[in-house]
């Protein structure tokens, strides 16, 4: 079954706009610079992040990429969180996925975009 809502990534940094929808920090810390006033964040789901091991391993490296995907996605299938998150995909048309991360290729919000879609679409 196909859900209607539309979900997509995004750094907190960029500014706010109509389209993001409800918003969702994915993070376990909270975004450097990031006034918790302004930031205009919905729901933070810190327990959706990787485990602080899993991200201290990573650190943004391109050569560990493919095997720090597979590692978050065993944690995120053991997630309760990603039904927490799914829920609120279910009751918003529009999902906006926020990270702290400089890297916008290889970080979790990807992995999770993708997770998150493919649960979506079975």
Known sequence: ???????????????????????????????????KETADIDLWLKEIAPSAALRKWFQ???????????????????????????????????VTLLYGARDEIYNNAQVLLKFINDKLNH
């Open 60 to 94: 943004h490296m391109p050569s560990r990429w493919d095997e720090f995907s597979k590692k978050y996605k065993l944690e995120l299938s053991d997630s309760e969180a990603v039904d927490t998150l799914i829920d609120n995909i279910k009751k918003h048309k529009r």
């Open 1 to 35: 079954m196909s859900h209607m809502s539309t979900l997509k990534i995004k750094r907190i940094y960029e500014p706010l706009e109509k389209s993001d929808g409800f918003r969702v920090l994915i993070d376990r810390l909270w975004p450097r610079g990031v006034k």
